[in-house]
């Protein structure tokens, strides 16, 4: 598609709606649902967006793993759940990857919740994470934005935060299991709720004025699409006409219940009519017609009224082989249009016209979609989003040859994970010791073996379990310097190895990059008394780390004598980074993890504790610098802000730092001077009290 048909009205980069608007404020978290999945995708081009990254991965390694750390680490959430026959793939572990198990069902919803400080967006589309979905295809989307006194459409954003809670109970088969990354997803969710609730004060109008939002959630024990179609016509006169948008349809030989379904929502005595645009191609005479749908949607029409008719639309997908790209862009979108003389309603989402997918069939999608309904006044500013077609006429011959649903339905030859296999959690001990906890369920298939991705040699087999007693969890011990975000299965009847993602239990559990692992004094100070990001000041740091090392001339007599030695130097450097660090906690925190990640990060206090206690001169220097430390700590002052973590839930963290410091600043060398161990011991008695 050119780029000028991309800014017509109507139309948009779906990319686009990841990246925050002015004024925004900073990330907090985002969760998402999608069939399939690519995790590079989604972790450098939606997350980088949402993020606001300045640094792009194939261009800026590892100063884009160090902004992504930072980034990343401040979110109080970031997962995708995906159905299980698509969950695979090697990410960062710093955002979850959860696995739908819908019994004999799949996840089909495409959803995004994204929440930074000023505003909550809800994304629902028909596109899948992948690349494909966000830059080839015809897709459609739609956007909720929730800002704080601003009328949105409270129903229906209530109604998502709780289909997103039910989709993500498919995520762990058994009953007594905890799993971190559901909670984190639960945590998520209650915030996003909180805050709507306290940000919304009323919904907009259902008159002539406005165009009102409401959403179509499918899915097992969930009225099926027809009926919350048609419960929003129940105030008014049913419609006359049906548009309806899809790349995929129920099988030739099938009932195709959902063209017969469609017609009982349209006015029942008079003229009705349904129209189809779907995907077609020439055959080689220019009067004939291969169209991608079956015949069974002309004959639905109901018998003995003569005033109803089925039309077809033709929607070009034409490659160019010498540019080898699409000039039309392949059909993915769906859509239902529905109006008569005076109203309108416009369904855009997840559902194909499928029977699965419009929840009428014995197991249904999880599907999600959005409806625009609205007066005819807003005929012509919804209907900019409707694909250009072409009109079938009469005198076309058609050759009827639905394409079967390869894209959004499993794949028979790919085994999902047995639900004998629950969770496998990555963790790291408080003395940097990492392990993976399995935790099984019950009725283990034959012959099972675990793997590491990729390896060859078997971290547990089903003998070994079963001679440990065929426990419920399982721990094993993880040597590698890298975390591992998924394990390989196999077993007897399964037709290969099959993934099984892994996710952390807690971002303490994860070591920083090796960039970011103890920084010097001197580049720690540096952070702590800048402005910039921190990506940026560490750049010139990494070069100048990364050159040969050479004898260096210094024209400036001063500067050859070293002072890096004497305390009084040092504690005047360090007093500013002291400032620094403390001007950072006293900011508000949005979330527990960007607390943790001042205190306990690579450049917060903890790592400036420790490269005092690296690089101090003598035990006394040492001592009387973290003594220093924890009384600049003492004086924080924590700030408040709506949404904010509560002052007095920080500075209770910054106290139980200052209790570890006191311990580290405990020796018995200061004995020998008397002064200096009384005004050490005399400043923890004050800061502590």
Known sequence: MSKQTERRPGFGKLLDAWTPPINAGEPVGCVATTFSFSPVFFEEECLSRFLSLDTDPQEDDPLYLIEREEKLSGLSCAGVLVDQHKCKGLRS??????????????LHAKISLLYWSNLIRLLIASANLTDDSYRRNQEIFGVIDVKEGVKAPLTALKSVIEFLRETASYTVTGTDKKSPALNRWKNFLNTVSTVYDSWITTEPSRSKKYIWTDVVLTGPGRPNAFEQLKDRWSRYSPPTEAHIVSPFFDPPG???????????????????????????????????????????????????RGLVKTDFEWIKETFDEKEEKYSVRPLHMKAIWLDNENWISYMIGSSNFTSPGLGISNNPNLEANLVYSAHMDFYNKLGKSYPDSQKIGADITIYWKPVPDDEDSPDEHLTPLHPFFDQAIYICDEKKKAYIDLSFNANPPEQWIIYPFGGITALLTISKWKQQGSPKTVRLPWDEEQPLSGLEVSWKDASGRVWWQVNIDSPLSLMPPLELRELPLEVLIHVLTSARPLHQILKKWLKRKHQPTGDTVIDDPHKRVDTSAFLLQRTRRISWALKGLKERLERPFLTEESLQWRLYG????????????????????????????????????????????????????????????????????????????????????KVRT
């Open 254 to 304: 099938a009932e195709n219940k959902p063209a017969k379904k469609i017609w009982t929502i349209l006015k029942q005595r008079g003229k009705a009519n349904v129209t189809y645009y779907v995907k077609a191609e020439k055959d080689i005479a220019d009067d004939v017609l291969n169209l991608h749908a079956p015949e069974s949607l002309k004959k639905a029409a109901p018998s003995g």
């Open 93 to 106: 572990l710093r955002w979850d990857l959860l696995s739908a198990r819908v019994p004999d069902s799949i």
């Open 602 to 685: 690579p450049v917060g206090v903890q790592a400036l504790a420790k490269a005092i206690t690296r690089e101090a001169k003598s035990e006394y220097e040492r001592c009387f610098l973290l003594a220093e430390l924890a009384l600049e700590l003492s004086r924080i002052k924590p700030k408040g802000a709506p949404e904010s973590l509560a002052p007095a839930k920080v500075k209770k963290k910054i106290y139980q730092i200052i209790g570890e410091l006191q311990t580290d600043a405990c020796s018995v060398t200061l004995k020998k001077i008397p002064q200096l161990n009384d005004y050490i011991r005399s400043t923890f008695n």
